[in-house]
């Protein structure tokens, strides 16, 4: 009877590791899923900056509970505005639609690796978490060159994953810039 019984058991707490398990795999599929999809959102802003004649860099921020809050591309040519930058403009849009310049518990999707003007921003504005696709090796803020988000010095930071569809990310700033060299050098020509 014992013997039964251990087997019961057993078999019951192998059913539940085996459903922990496989619930486990599922919820890591789904948010890395939820991930690559506001990547391709972010990337899809960059196509529309690449479109404006603006460096092709997206961004997109979400909430804790993953609905966007904001989303834009690069517009420093169009606004006359260094400070233009698709992280920028989509950290100023979240705080005027939720009324505060605190953004505690929002991830920002963007494909570029952010330079320290932006990182700066998101360490005010208490992001949680920061998500880049390509890295930035001349203006990098957060691995390339310097690790602003991280900086313990400083009263928060940030998560930062990089490498998201990097591949992606970086084709279309090195599409992008091709395309401007060769256009110089026809009107050079």
Known sequence: MRYKGFLLISRTINDTVAFSVGYAIYAYLFALMSEIRFMEIALEEAVRAAERGEVPVGAVLV?????????????????????????????????????????????????????????????????????????????????SLYQIGQDRRLNHQLEVEGGLMADECGMLLQDFFRSRRNGRKRTEG
Do not use: W
């Open 63 to 143: 909430d804790h509970e993953g609905s966007i809050l904001a989303q834009n591309g690069n517009r420093s040519i169009e606004y006359h505005d260094p400070a233009g930058h698709a992280e920028m403009i989509v950290l100023r849009e979240a705080g005027q639609r939720l009324a505060n310049y605190r953004l505690s518990g929002t991830s920002l999707y963007v494909t570029l690796e952010s330079c320290i003007m932006c990182v700066g921003a998101m360490v005010h504005a208490r992001i949680r978490r920061l998500v880049f696709g390509a890295t930035d090796p001349k203006t990098g803020g957060v691995v």
